[in-house]
């Protein structure tokens, strides 16, 4: 079965340092997303990302953070100056229209 | 952001029983919703949908209640089995394309054998 691939699958990182997570989604999906769950909350929707371009952002997408889907298979999410409030599971999702996500197993962010 | 609430954040289950995971949600706008399973240490499982249109979906042993008047929404495991013991999350979307989807709090089930 197809897989949304994500690595790495832990990232220790010193605060105001930059970060890039990377995702492989499914070859064939659309619509690429990043959701981060902190630790006992809830998954929280960051950006979704269609036709090589952001179609949506929350207000936790500030401008620490890009995302970039530089050859056609990887989609990358930065954050250019980590907080400690950046601690978190980062997941990729890939989609297609119509369907429910599919989610990769995630990056555990810590910063410290 | 409220949009999504799972008001119950754990549920407990004798094996064989029927689960009934709960959801509200209080944007009008949505039409499109989901369940979705995670295990410790995985990324969220989607299980089965539901659009506006329909008031039930069934997929072997998970189907999906919508209530729009009440919007509300559930989902019944029968028979549960100890395997799906994992967090629940409910999430809801305008239209079923690229938009963002709105998750709840979820909800962790434990099944007992």
């Known amino acids: 079965e197809p897989e949304v691939t994500q690595t790495p699958s832990h990232q220790v990182t010193q605060m105001g340092q930059e970060v890039i997570l990377r995702c492989v989604p499914i070859?064939?999906?659309?619509?690429f997303y990043w959701y981060r769950q902190i630790l006992g909350q809830k998954v929280e929707f960051l950006v979704s990302f269609y036709n090589n371009e952001i179609s949506e952002k929350s207000e936790i997408f500030d401008d620490q953070f890009s995302v970039e889907r530089p050859d056609g298979s990887n989609f990358t999410l930065k954050i250019r100056s980590t907080k400690l409030e950046d601690s978190a599971m980062y997941f990729c999702?890939?989609?297609?229209?119509?369907?429910?996500?599919?989610f990769g197993s995630g990056t555990r962010l810590t910063v410290v | 952001d409220q949009q999504v609430k799972q008001n119950s954040p754990s549920l407990s289950v004798q094996e064989g029983r029927i689960s009934i995971l709960n959801c509200d949600y209080t944007n009008s706008m949505f039409d499109y919703f989901l369940w979705y399973k995670k295990y410790p240490a995985e990324g969220p499982t989607f299980l089965i949908s539901i659009s506006s249109i329909k008031d039930k979906n069934e997929d072997g042993r998970f189907t999906v209640f919508l209530n729009k008047s009440a919007k509300h929404l559930s989902l019944h495991i029968v028979p549960s089995q100890p395997g799906d013991s994992a967090v629940y999350f409910c999430a809801a979307s305008v239209g079923t394309g690229g938009f963002k989807t709105i998750f709840g709090a979820g909800t962790r089930l434990f099944v007992k054998a």
């Open positions: 999702a890939s989609r297609l229209q119509g369907h429910g996500y599919t």
């Open positions: 070859s064939n999906h659309l619509y």
